[in-house]
């Protein structure tokens, strides 16, 4: 049996990361409380995307604290939309990118890259390689376990870090 969960990302401009982080971890705590382990967790980026911009990169950031080092071996970093390659070589290109820069502290982790190649045969791989038992992510253990509020956790301070930082640009600006 599998349960699919599509959670907002952290760059949805109608609403705050703060209200979507809360959403996410809500809904984490709820599910660890009542006994649901999670299988895995896949991150989905689309390989047209010319660029990471600074806030993808705080999103990812965000996204490794609530996952946490001790589950990165069950998070599948999947690139998308390769059907829509017009050349080759810069999709390539973006890939080592990725690995090499933004994704490297996950994969060094444990993570996994793959390519959802737009078939069904190719989401079930990606579902399929995620294994065996589920274990708790590293936000519903400090939720839960530690009993620490959201804004305690490593995603919580993160996400307060990136905001002070954005506040500090501000004034600068000025």
Same mark, same amino acid.
């Given at each position: ?21 809360? @959403?996410?971890?809500?809904? $984490? +705590? &709820?599910?660890?409380?009542?006994? /649901? %382990?999670?299988? =895995? ?51 390539? @290109?973006?890939?080592?990118? $990725? +690995? &090499?820069?933004?994704?490297?502290? /996950? %994969?060094?982790? =444990? ?64």
């Amino acid at each position: 049996e599998y349960i699919f969960v599509d959670t907002p990302g952290l760059n949805v401009l109608n609403r705050s990361a703060r209200d979507i982080l809360h @959403t996410i971890a809500d809904w $984490l +705590e &709820r599910k660890y409380r009542g006994g /649901l %382990l999670l299988t =895995g967790v896949i991150y989905t980026h689309g390989i047209t995307e010319r660029q990471m911009d600074g806030l993808l990169c705080e999103n990812l950031d965000i996204f490794s604290c609530i996952c946490g080092d001790k589950v990165a071996g069950r998070v599948r970093l999947v690139t998308t939309m390769w059907d829509r390659v017009k050349d080759p070589q810069d999709a390539e @290109t973006m890939v080592s990118q $990725l +690995e &090499r820069n933004f994704w490297k502290p /996950l %994969l060094d982790a =444990g993570a996994r890259h793959m390519r959802f190649k737009n078939s069904k045969q190719s989401a079930w791989d990606i579902v399929k390689d995620l294994g065996g038992e589920g274990e708790p992510l590293l936000l519903q253990r400090e939720l839960v376990d530690a009993g620490r509020t959201l804004y305690e956790t490593f995603a919580g301070h993160t996400l307060y870090l990136q905001f002070q930082k954005f506040l500090q640009g501000e004034v600068e600006a000025h």
